[in-house]
């Protein structure tokens, strides 16, 4: 077993008087599908929220771990989050930049690195430095995300004129041109037909398999979660209730509980 | 019936407007005002709306004039084209037979706007960020300018830097305050932004002369170029050119280049930016500091070329006037700018016949402009990248 990519101790996550997130600890490791699962308002989105640096938590800590640094998340901006400990995300509802091409997506994801190499604008409004070749190269490796995706022929769209599944799938293929080292998708399988949802499955395990990162999912669509993930943590009210593998997760009463509601409805 | 109904809206607006625009009418009447009721030129101008709405419906159907997004492919090419051919007439320009002094001031003006444009566009158009004060940019290059070469005795090639740079320090002076703000918020916080600005100019009588102004800002030395007034203003016009296709070729570079695209992205979506590592402050400041720095710079040539500034010239109407020109353009369209500052610049400079009908004239235009393209003239964003060269 390989060392916590993500770990999360005590988190608590609280707006005014509501608690979304109580105390909540979960690990995540590189090369492994962590689903998070719950019903509606259990506060995955909030948990992946304090991930992203977009909320800061109330309590607790979350650090990253890689290349043998450790990155506490909840000290970072979001910005920092995703440029130095290396964490991309999806959303909810698609966030992608419409107007904007769908080659010019994955390339703005490769924002940083391109910064860089135009040294920060200034060599590259000049002509001079290593830009154009830099940008050749993000050009190639955005191609060979769009070919992995099957987009490759729409590139020079609008991103906005794309179907809602493609559209989802450019949206995991732009975090990964950030060359993430955790990816965390919320609901990527949302509103997507069965035979997107089944493409959806293998992209996520071949993006597992073939690059080692680790991935967090918020996911519905118990299929999906059930058939691909690594491990399965379960969330009701703000609080983990279940924590284990797919087969463990399924037979805990207290999760058939959550999901079906107490037989003799006890109140 | 549809018909009778739709222009029996129509003449109801039009009573409810011309209540008081005809029906009442105040005359003098032996030093004080009284009250005169037309009914009779109200009942026809009311019924004039009725006949004209019922014809039109009858003549072009009910239909709603459609909205038109897309610009035809044809065009599309042309702009290729079209782009280089406006640089090359601008260039002749001053050459060929019609160019007489009073065709050179008109071209002087609207090509100040062009850059002023251009420089908005960065903020608006490309990042997205809604300024209502960038005069306030345009104000401090050509205070900088007049300063310094009043008191210190600099000439205008090396005020001209130096207003873009202290344009640039106030850029960002007002970006930090307002990275949180977005939209309308920011919208208001420009707007008042420029007015500080202005009122400040007026009342800091001890460094700026207040709403005197400043007088005998040198003209910008032309190396023994221009020996006739004509020709000197010739000399002024190629300096603004030379400015302003230098903005526009930065801009065209920045938009290929990372910081450019993080600009559009930013407009596209914030909170995805912050998702892939981009950082929004850095991102928003370099925006309002390279906007504000041609702005300065435009300011600064404002200075030289009139020799007189005062703090008049730097209204909210003139950053209305600039907003105007980059979004009638179209946002973020570099020629756009260029056809609406013709519009918005040239057009009641050529309708000064018209006297006091020029407005009129002005605003027909403007609303006959937002029927046709309502998202501007030229609204079409073509990509900074392309994987496959384009046909």
């Known amino acids: 077993m390989t060392e916590a990519l993500l770990q999360v101790d005590g988190l608590s996550m609280r707006f005014g008087g509501l608690t979304a997130v109580h105390d909540l600890s979960l690990e995540a490791r590189a090369g492994e599908i962590t689903a998070l699962i719950g019903p509606n308002g259990a506060g995955k989105t909030t948990v992946f929220n304090c991930i992203t640096g977009f909320y800061k938590p109330s309590a607790g800590t979350l650090v990253v771990s890689r290349e043998g640094r450790l990155f506490a998340l909840e000290h970072m901006s979001g910005h920092a989050i995703a440029r130095r400990a290396r964490v991309a995300r999806t959303f909810q509802n698609v966030r992608l930049f419409a107007g904007m091409s769908v080659l010019e997506n994955l390339i703005v994801a490769q924002h940083n690195a391109l910064m860089r190499a135009s040294g920060f604008t200034v060599l590259g409004l000049l002509g001079i430095g290593g830009y154009r070749a830099a940008e050749r190269e993000a050009v190639e490796f955005a191609r060979e995300w769009l070919v992995r995706i099957g987009l490759e022929s729409r590139a020079d769209d609008d991103a906005g004129h794309l179907s809602y599944g493609d559209q989802r799938r450019l949206e995991i293929a732009r975090a990964m041109c950030t060359r993430p080292a955790l990816l965390c998708l919320d609901e990527p399988a949302a509103g997507l037909n069965p035979s997107e949802t089944h493409g959806l499955r293998r992209l996520l395990a071949s993006i597992r398999d073939s690059e080692g990162i680790g991935i967090v999912l918020i996911e519905h669509d118990m299929g999906v979660v059930m058939g691909i993930s690594d491990h399965i943590v379960v969330l009701d009210y703000g609080r983990k209730i279940a924590d284990g593998t797919a087969d463990e997760v399924r037979h805990d009463p207290a999760v058939i509980r959550a999901y079906l509601g107490d037989g003799e409805d006890a109140a | ?391």
């Open chain 2, 1 to 391: 019936m549809a018909a009778i109904k739709d222009a029996a809206v129509a003449a109801g607006i039009a009573a409810a407007l011309f209540l008081f625009f005809i029906g009442v009418h105040t005359v003098p009447r032996g030093g004080v005002l009284s009250v005169e009721t037309r009914w009779a030129a109200f009942g026809v101008a009311v019924a004039v709306v009725f006949a004209g709405r019922l014809a039109i419906d009858l003549l072009f159907g009910l239909r709603r004039p459609t909205i038109r997004v897309a610009i035809p492919e044809r065009l599309r090419g042309a702009s290729r084209w079209v782009g280089p051919a406006l640089v090359v007439f601008a260039l002749a320009l001053p050459f060929l037979p019609f160019a007489d002094r009073r065709v050179m001031d008109v071209a002087i003006l609207v090509a100040t706007y062009v850059m002023l444009g251009w420089g908005l566009n960065i903020v608006v158009g490309l990042a997205g960020l809604l300024d209502l004060g960038y005069v306030a940019f345009y104000a401090v290059g050509a205070y900088t300018c007049a300063l310094l070469s009043i008191n210190f005795g600099f000439g205008f090639w090396a005020c001209l830097p130096l207003a873009g740079l202290m344009a640039a320090t106030f850029g960002v002076a007002l970006g930090f305050p307002v990275l949180r703000l977005r939209g309308d918020y920011l919208a208001i916080v420009t707007l008042g932004f420029g007015e500080m600005i202005r009122i400040v100019l007026t009342n800091w009588v001890s460094l700026t002369r207040g709403p005197n102004g400043i007088t005998g800002v040198p003209r910008p030395s032309h190396f023994g170029l221009a020996t006739t007034p004509l020709e000197r203003v010739v000399f002024l016009y190629y300096v603004i050119l030379l400015l302003a296709l230098a903005t526009n070729f930065i801009t065209l570079r920045l938009r290929r280049l990372p910081l450019g695209r993080a600009w559009e992205a930013l407009r596209e979506d914030e909170i995805a930016c912050r998702a892939l590592g981009i950082n929004p402050t850095t991102v928003k400041l370099s925006a309002f500091a390279i906007g504000a720095t041609i702005g300065g710079v435009a300011g600064s040539f404002f200075a030289a070329r009139q020799g007189f500034i005062s703090p008049e010239s730097f209204t909210f109407i003139e950053s209305a006037i600039i907003l105007a020109i980059v979004v009638l353009g179209g946002m973020g369209s570099q020629l756009g700018v260029v056809l609406a500052a013709f519009v918005l610049m040239g057009i009641p400079e050529w309708f000064r016949e018209l006297q006091e009908y020029r407005m009129l004239a002005f605003g027909i235009c403007m609303v006959l402009i937002m029927i046709w393209r309502p998202r501007g003239l030229l609204a079409v964003r073509t990509p900074t990248i392309r994987l496959r060269r384009a046909p």
